[in-house]
């Protein structure tokens, strides 16, 4: 677990503040992007101390915007930072914090769904899986419109031990609507829980650490803003492929308010789908009235296990998607309704 960091003395000199940063070069939110800046640089410190002691660490901030996160960062010493910014317009306001702290920070335009991190530090950050987390961080203040896709994607990358975990266990401190932030840490009964909780919680120690009110941004956002911190676990507790596990859990909740079997039979072609639902839910020994949200880690360790056995017995199974055999069976009932109409 991170420990709890202290801001270095050895701080930025003077520079323009972030709101005369916005002013200089006419920046304003773009709603497309969901963008909202986070202006109060006492919480954008609360928010690297709480990513822990980040002096000399090389750290990978997502989504830097006008630069308020990245002025806390670079005030923490770090060895090296380096920022990823799709929208051009933060890059000269960016380019004045990197003249301020010489050969600290390093800019790319891009896309941090698509940018390649592995191949951003050294090898020589690389630690063994087992071993404490590697000294590189991610932080970032996540525009909601890419939150969940990103972590989704990082969480498979945990699961592969590639992207950003080719250096190890690296620990991730990111914003999130507060209502997903609560999704992600959610303990098992808790009217949270969702397919996050599990996907997150199978591969990592999620802490929702606090709560950011919208009015502390630029533009106030309808909702309150959660920062959460992820370290990745030594064992999964869940070793499964991470496909086999999204899937079993996507089927579990998308019938949420429904008992667990409902959402598990759709994991089997309709002409078996009550016959491999029980045995499902026989071999994994879970009571079928239980409800998704009531589900342990443990017991989708016991679903994700019989099923990954049941799919080996019958190689086609986990291809198997009911959504297309449901649009399957509306097209013949159109191209059948089409030829009685026509006879």
């Not at 750290?59 to 915007?65: H, I």
């Not at 929208?87 to 920070?105: C, V, W, Y």
Request: hydrophobic share 40%.
């Amino acid at each position: 677990m991170a420990a709890s960091g202290k801001l270095s003395t050895s701080r930025l000199p003077p520079l323009p503040t972030i709101r005369e940063i916005i002013k200089l070069f006419r920046l304003q939110a773009t709603k497309q992007l969901s963008q909202n800046f986070l202006l109060d640089l006492r919480l954008t410190d609360k928010i690297v101390r709480k990513a822990g002691n980040l002096a000399n660490a090389y750290v990978y901030e997502v989504g830097p915007g006008p630069g308020g996160i990245t002025r806390s960062i670079l005030n923490a010493d770090v060895a090296e930072l380096l920022v990823v910014e799709k929208d051009t317009r933060f890059i000269p306001g960016l380019q004045m914090l990197s003249e301020a702290a010489p050969g600290k920070l390093r800019i790319v335009h891009g896309d941090v769904l698509t940018f390649k991190v592995e191949k951003a530090f050294s090898e020589s950050l690389q630690r063994p899986w087992e071993d404490d987390p590697p000294n590189v961080h991610i932080i970032g203040n996540l525009p909601f419109s890419v939150s969940t896709p990103l972590i989704i994607k990082w969480l498979e990358n945990i699961s592969c031990r590639d992207g950003p975990f080719v250096y190890g266990r690296t620990q991730m401190t990111l914003t999130f609507q507060k209502e997903v932030a609560e999704r992600l840490a959610a303990n098992t009964g808790s009217k949270q829980r969702s397919r996050l909780s599990v996907m997150a919680q199978y591969l990592c120690n999620v802490r929702h650490l606090f709560t950011i009110p919208g009015r502390a941004f630029v533009p106030k956002p309808e909702v309150d803003v959660g920062v959460v911190h992820f370290t990745p676990l030594i064992q999964p507790r869940i070793e499964q492929p991470f496909k086999l596990v999204e899937k079993v859990v996507q089927n579990v909740f998308q019938f949420r308010r429904k008992y667990c079997h409902r959402g598990l039979g759709m994991l089997f072609p309709e002409a078996q789908r009550l016959e491999n639902t029980g045995r499902l839910l026989e071999l994994a020994d879970i009571d079928p009235t239980l409800r998704p949200r009531q589900l342990s880690i443990s017991h989708f360790k016991s679903l994700c296990d019989v099923y990954r056995k049941m799919c080996d017995e019958d190689p086609q199974l986990f291809a198997y998607n009911f959504r297309e055999e449901l649009r399957q069976r509306k097209s013949k009932k159109k191209e059948d309704d089409a030829k009685s109409y026509r006879l």
